[in-house]
């Protein structure tokens, strides 16, 4: 007992250690954000690269633990929302944050323009189709919020959406906000955990990241001239991004600014804010009830039974000896006797 008490302890420690780790990226449901103002693309809490590496490790250890826990409890799903700017780190974010979680249980979706049949339903129709199932975690390269980013500095787009003149009126952004903190809500309602991380980029950043992907040959296949095309809306963008985390960061649904600029921090802060989104869902392994325990039991007889001459009937028990056994062992007939 005093062992898992202290195991719990050590849980809960380690989960506030996390929670405050990742405060200061959280945005304020109500706030009123300013991007450039609010929050800096090359904060790191005073780390340095060193340390980093061993916090990214823990982190993907803790994501592997809560993802088998997830997936055996298969109550609940992850959706998790990246955006950020072109160079801003996502498939790299993606590859490092995920890396050790089962693929199995792990689905990613990259949304480009839509498909012809896409426009042919609502807005949010192509993203609802990606959705996690219970006990799987879902990963968006961005998401649903492009529709309040690039077709709002874009509005040329909307053309192509061929919506009825209603759905065009004025306040359409505001209406789309609504409708997406509704859908989250629903969602989240629903069982299924919506996390939202916005990788924030400088622009020097990007300007240097751009140049890498077209000095190194390796790394040319990355660029695009569309990239350097949408860097010249920066400052629309900025504005975009910034109503979009002040209208919807929700209490169900909260958006995390992630420092960007360096690669080592944004990948600790992503592992950070999905650990601990995991860690506040607490998934359990299932228990099973009385008559599948003695299934259990009648099964372990058996293979115990089948042991090899010299060979222990229960290795795993015998190399851990420690350990609390899932179930009962039954005295056999012959211990009994000798016991008399």
Known sequence: ??????????????????????????????SDVDLAADYDPRYRAHLKKAQGAELLRTGVELLAEYQARLAAQDTYG???CLQALDAGGKDGTIRHVMTGMNPQGVQVSSFKVPSDEELDHDYLWRYARRLPARGDIAVFNRSHYEEVLVVRVHPEVLDRQKLPPSARRRGIWERRYREINDWERYLTDNGFKVVKIFLNLSK????TRFLKRIDLPEK????????????????????????MLSATS???????VVPADRKWFARICASAVLVHTLMELDPRYPTVGKKAREE??????????????GAS????????????PPLPRKRSRKGKAARR
């Open 204 to 207: 020097e950043e990007q300007r």
């Open 250 to 256: 929700t209490e169900w649904a909260p958006w995390y």
């Open 296 to 309: 259990l039991l009648n099964v372990r007889r058996e293979l115990e039974a089948e042991a090899p001459e």
């Open 220 to 243: 040319n296949w990355k660029f695009s001239a569309a990239d350097v095309r949408e860097r010249r809306f920066w400052d629309d963008y900025q504005r975009a991004f910034s109503e």
């Open 78 to 80: 992850v959706l998790v």
């Open 1 to 30: 007992m005093a062992e898992k008490a202290d195991k719990a302890d050590h849980t809960d420690r380690r989960a506030r250690r996390i929670a405050d780790f990742i405060a200061p990226l959280r945005v304020p449901p109500g």
């Open 313 to 324: 009937e229960d290795p795993y028990a015998a190399a851990h000896p420690g350990a609390e």
